[in-house]
């Protein structure tokens, strides 16, 4: 089954926006498999980010990352990653469309609250950097 990384950033805990955002994602019908509420270290976070080294907005995002603890999450179902995307809406809150997390709660690119992989590799990778094999709880629900 599919699965795909999800990471509520400073800005979402902070404004005690978890119980939405989660309740979004179970709400769709997908399961969620992993989590975890945590500081992140520098390393992880460019290891994170190392499409973005070079940008102009690679320091600044890095720092964001790593202001505060953060929710992070492995979702699993069918198309997952397009599905979660939908619902987290697009990375420039002013573009997101009405009903998205971003629409609804963020106005700017870099508190835009959330992040949640966009490919299969991409998914793959994130997991992989985020969580041990250990920390995944493989289940099927009995209602
Ligand atoms: P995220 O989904 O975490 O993936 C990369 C992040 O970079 C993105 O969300 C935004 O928070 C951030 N980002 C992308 N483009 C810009 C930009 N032009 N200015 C500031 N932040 C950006």
Redesign the pocket.
């Known amino acids: 089954m599919e699965k795909t990384f999800v990471c509520i950033k400073p800005d979402g805990v902070q404004r005690g926006l978890i119980g939405e955002i989660v309740k979004r994602f179970e709400n769709r019908g997908f399961t969620l498999v992993a989590a975890k509420f945590m500081l992140v270290s520098r390393e992880l976070a460019e290891k994170h980010?190392a499409e973005?080294v070079g940008k102009a907005?690679y320091n600044?995002?890095v720092n964001y990352i790593t202001s505060g603890p953060v929710f992070a999450m492995v979702w699993e179902g069918e198309d997952v990653i397009k599905g979660v995307r939908q619902t987290v809406g697009a990375?420039k809150p002013i573009e997101a469309a009405p009903g998205t997390i971003r629409h609804d709660f963020a106005a700017k690119?870099?508190r835009?609250l959330i992040?949640a992989s966009d490919a299969i590799p991409t998914a793959e990778r994130e997991i992989a950097l985020w969580f041990r094999p250990e920390e995944m709880v493989e289940w099927t629900s009995i209602t």
């Open positions: 980010y973005h907005f600044g995002l990375t690119m870099d835009n992040h």
